[in-house]
T-cell receptor
Framework: DVKVTQSSRYLVKRTGEKVFLECVQD?????MFWYRQDPGLGLRLIYF???????EKGDIPEGYSVSREKKERFSLILESASTNQTSMYLC???????????FGPGTRLTVL | GEDVEQSLFLSVREGDSSVINCTYT??????LYWYKQEPGAGLQLLTY???NMDMKQDQRLTVLLNKKDKHLSLRIADTQTGDSAIYFC????????????WGAGTKLIIKP
């Protein structure tokens, strides 16, 4: 079974803090994705990566950065957290030859 | 640009059939997906259909694709309380590095 794990299920941070969200997949997938999910807005793509050290901006990259130093790990970084970044963050991975994405359980981040 | 639309809520009685609808705009879609998200969890692939198919059936699930109208539907027969979830429609288009274009999700509410 494909497994995508995220470092935390729940996280509470203060405005201005630097936040790291980690995602690890064990199926040797080339593609990895970070989304945020807000009620009524569905999934919005923040960044994705199609190879180690490669990244591309999604629809809402402002205020975020990413790092992919190893194939299995994709990190999302909030350089200076703000209250409007309170959200559910979902990581996903997919193999190159198909669009099917496999999701982690999500991290619910609250920024106070 | 590409867009996928779905209604935000659907309410059905237990035992009835649920039909969740989705429309999309990009005619170059290769696969169309239905994902299910249970409360507090990540997304799980429920079923998918290749764009050259009209219908796919899998136990209680029936997917219908009308390419001419760019309309996708998911029918759940004999809806149970365990079917309560948010259902996301997504399309995979080859030109976008296998990114998925997501609908906002339909929350399925089961009435006893």
């Amino acid at each position: 079974d494909v497994k995508v794990t995220q470092s935390s299920r729940y996280l509470v941070k203060r405005t201005g803090e630097k936040v790291f969200l980690e995602c690890v997949q064990d199926m040797d997938h080339e593609n990895m994705f970070w989304y945020r999910q807000d009620p009524g807005l569905g999934l919005r793509l923040i960044y994705f990566s199609y190879d180690v050290k490669m990244k591309e901006k999604g629809d809402i990259p402002e205020g975020y950065s990413v790092s992919r130093e190893k194939k299995e790990r994709f990190s999302l970084i909030l350089e200076s957290a703000s209250t409007n970044q309170t959200s559910m963050y979902l990581c996903a991975s997919s193999p190159t030859n198909t669009g099917e994405q496999f999701f982690g359980p999500g991290t619910r981040l609250t920024v106070l | 640009g590409e867009d996928v639309e779905q209604s935000l809520f659907l309410s059905v009685r237990e035992g009835d059939s649920s039909v969740i609808n989705c429309t999309y705009t990009d005619s170059s879609s290769t696969y169309l997906y239905w994902y299910k998200q249970e409360p507090g969890a990540g997304l799980q692939l429920l079923t998918y259909i290749f764009s050259n198919m009209d219908m796919k059936q899998d136990q209680r699930l029936t997917v219908l694709l009308n390419k001419k109208d760019k309309h996708l539907s998911l029918r759940i027969a004999d809806t149970q309380t365990g079917d309560s979830a948010i259902y996301f429609c997504a399309e995979s288009i080859r030109s976008s590095n296998y990114q998925l274009i997501w609908g906002a999700g339909t929350k399925l509410i089961i009435k006893p």
